[in-house]
């Protein structure tokens, strides 16, 4: 992850921006070095949608799902 995103994710987790958080961990998922790192912030993403009724949480699932990373 660049330390751009770094930063933008830790200044979205200050204001309490949840539906900001759900584009950048989906963002730091397609850029994650690793396997485990992309659906770590994958789940996250999928996590704050969830809370927000975000309208991207059942794309984040499906991906998830197709990962065998969800039930």
Do not use: C, N, W
């Amino acid at each position: 992850m660049s330390k751009a995103l770094d930063r933008q994710l830790l200044d979205a987790h200050a204001r309490g921006d949840k539906h900001a958080l759900v584009a950048l961990y989906a963002r730091a998922s397609e850029t994650a070095q690793s396997e485990d790192a992309r659906y770590f912030y994958l789940t996250h993403a999928y996590i704050f949608a969830l809370d927000t009724g975000h309208p991207r949480a059942q794309a984040l699932r499906d991906k998830l799902k197709a990962a065998g990373r969800e039930t």
